[in-house]
């Protein structure tokens, strides 16, 4: 990874940490309403991902979406104007913090049922293939969702339809409260691509750079061999499922051991030790990211008084008409 | 042509129209269906006539993913009743991917699903679940009566950028007919007769035996209106209002049972309308199958739906002429 790819991967990191550290914030202050699943040290997973894809490559994120949308190139501004349920949100207010779909940057929106999305992203793979597209589809869907019919029907139709699409599983080791040493079959989720003849691997999926490269990886696999591919990053969920979470399911010797691996803090270790950034440069970036972040989550607020009435609502039930 | 023949016609004349119009689902490539609908379209559309999997939550969910980039699947649910296994991907998506993208996405979606009693498959191969899906707001259901609207209710929902649930009766398969130049609308009820004295208002199969029954009651010199809905979401409120002011007496005729129904929802719009409601001269009776699991012994599974005969008693009885 050079210099200018590196400053981007951090640039990504930093982006959706300094979203997700507000978006708490604003919970907290009683600003947003509903309910949100924050992707604090999933960073490297969601960054690394998104840099490897190119225009056309369409992601199907889960309810943990903000991280993906940021990295896909979502305006932050419109990804809180939506949790705040303004006009101004990526889906004017109607989807909230689970739904953020984006058409302009190849993101379709989470599915908030849980393993939902992936034959949909599925779905995009088979169009991509019958027009002849060189484009790959991305189904993310973490540990929890491992466990859905959908996902084992949709990798079973990949395989013998040949479809371009890549199963992007984030185990982040919980399904809500649920760890996944408890709750799935196997250990490295990756191997479930055997019984679907799937290539696939296991990765760190807390360094952006493995993660870049094993999705790169995974993508040109994809296209030249017109196959699906199942990719498993290992990472973790820092914060708790939702915003109500007391996380009473695990230790606090677990969440300490997994903070040590913080994805930014080792990706920044490295670019001092590499010589690449300094940690001068590094903290100038993080007040640049965390001040961009916080005057577009203050322009949200601002505009957040704009919003839809029932109309507008009624009249979009249906394509092209009233309900 | 038969209503078998008219749905074949129309998958054919919209893949013909347009590449973007597929087929998926089990075993209607070759072998041509469960039903024999798709008989000879495999032939003629190799591309766009593909067998699926048995995976209907997961084909349902890549119809529903490849709807949203702009193909028009059609989608074959074997039976109506494993309509339970793709409910998840026309509920929570397909119906929602509108609204939840504010217009960005639309899901142009078809759902094929054959129902009806009558033919001894027994309780979980038997069923009409229409109902299961009226209470979930963006999808269109429509239950063709003839093989016209057939052909035609099956051309408008391909073409529809809504998901269209597209419910058709297995004991209508034989029925024959010819098309018309006509489009039938998704959204617009038919009026099929006219009649002076009361009204009744069915759909589906159940809309032979209304015709029948009005037969029967005009041997006993009850002019009867026969309204077919064709549309079974969104409803024809005008029309079927309209028709109901004029004789203020409504009897509904289906197959399925009452509760949670086309008819208990009918009648409530009708009950809902000030003035539809001030026109009543009696309370809307429904006629309905029984609230059971089809049995299968054929006398006991006969017996699941009304037929013109009980249809006709019911309505001399209430109209105090039995």
Known sequence: ?323 | MTYREAIRKALDDQMTLDENVILMGEDIGLYGGCFKVTEGLFQKHPDQVIDTPVSEEGFAGLAVGSAMMGLRPVIEIMYADFFTLISDAVINHAAKTHLLSAGQFSCPLVVRLPEGSGTGHGAQHTQSPEGAFLSTSGIKIVSPSNPNDAYHLLCEAVRDDNPVLFFESKLLYPMEGEISDEVTPIGKAKVLREGKDITIISFSHAVTTALRTAQMLSEHSVDATVIDLVTLKPLDESTILSEVRKTGRVFMIQDTNAFGSVSSEVSAMISSDEDTFRSLKAPVRIISGVDAPVPFSKHLEAQMIPDEKDACQIILRSLNKA
């Open chain 1, 1 to 323: 990874m050079n210099k200018e790819e590196s400053i981007r991967a951090l640039t990504l990191m930093l982006d959706s940490r300094y979203f997700e550290e507000k978006t708490e914030l604003m919970f907290k202050l009683g600003l947003i309403h509903g309910t949100t699943h924050l992707a604090n040290g999933q960073e490297a997973s969601q960054a690394g991902l998104c840099m490897a894809l190119e225009d056309g490559d369409w992601i199907v994120p889960t309810h943990r979406c903000h991280g993906f949308t940021i990295c896909r190139g979502s305006d932050p501004y419109a990804m809180f104007s939506e949790m705040l349920g303004s006009s101004h949100g990526l889906a004017k207010g109607l989807g909230g913090s689970m739904h953020m779909p984006d058409r302009k940057h190849f993101n379709l929106g989470s599915s908030a049922v849980v393993g939902s999305g992936v034959p949909i992203a599925t779905g995009i793979a088979f169009y991509n293939r019958r027009k002849n597209l060189r484009n790959i589809s991305v189904a993310i869907f973490g540990d929890g969702a491992s466990s859905r019919g959908s996902v084992h029907e949709a990798m079973n139709i990949a395989s013998v339809w040949n479809l371009p699409v890549l199963f992007y599983c984030e185990n982040n080791h919980y399904g809500m409260s649920a760890p996944a040493d408890r709750m799935v079959s196997i250990k490295n989720i990756a191997e479930r691509g055997k019984s679907y003849s799937i290539e696939s691997s296991t990765v760190d999926g807390n360094d952006v750079r493995t993660v870049l490269e094993a999705v790169r990886n995974a993508r040109s696999y994809i296209l030249e061999n017109s196959r699906p591919y199942l990719l498993e990053v290992n990472t973790y969920r820092q914060k708790g499922h939702s915003k109500s979470d007391r996380r009473v399911y695990r230790t606090a010797q677990e969440e300490s051991s997994w903070l040590e691996r913080d994805p930014i803090t080792l990706f920044e270790r490295k670019l001092v030790t590499e010589n690449i950034l300094s940690t001068d440069e590094i903290s100038t970036l993080h007040e640049s990211r965390r001040q961009y972040i916080e005057e577009c989550a203050q322009r949200a607020v601002a505009d957040s008084s704009d919003r839809l009435c029932m109309t507008d609502v009624r009249n979009l039930v249906y394509a092209g008409g009233k309900s």
